[in-house]
């Protein structure tokens, strides 16, 4: 999360003038992860060095969905002794990334063995979520 310019957001005033500063500074990465929240003090301080303070709380949101750059290919796959077909492992020909971490799965699982006729297809979805949830 990078911390936004919040002085630019607030006002305040002095019968001497006033100097609005935000600590963490604006610009600032602070690590985080979805709804983790983080605390910014602002300060007004006048000429005379007298000062108050305010707090705003950023809640990091993770809205990114992932991205699934490289899917599995469609297959033939050998029928077993009893015309079932075994699904392969299709996460590990896959490839999805995330800006927080990515898990990627397979619905048939990997193993699953499905009835089946020759030529007959069958689809696997592959889905690719984060930790939000997305």
Do not use: W
């Amino acid at each position: 999360m990078v911390v936004p310019n919040l002085v630019a957001q607030t006002t305040a005033r002095d019968n001497c003038g006033v100097t609005v500063t935000q600590s963490p500074v604006a610009g600032t990465v602070l690590p985080s992860s979805h709804n983790q929240t983080h605390t910014v003090t602002i300060t007004a301080t006048d000429a005379a060095g007298n000062s108050t303070t305010c707090t705003v709380t950023l809640t990091g949101k993770d809205v990114t969905a992932p991205a699934i750059s490289v899917c599995a290919p469609d297959q033939d796959v050998d029928l077993n002794a009893t015309c079932g077909l075994m699904v392969p492992n299709l996460v590990a020909q896959t490839t999805a990334s995330d800006n927080c971490g990515v898990t990627v799965t397979q619905s048939p699982v990997a193993g699953a063995v499905l009835s089946s006729a020759h030529n007959q297809t069958h689809t696997v979805t592959i889905t690719a979520t984060d930790a939000a949830g997305n």
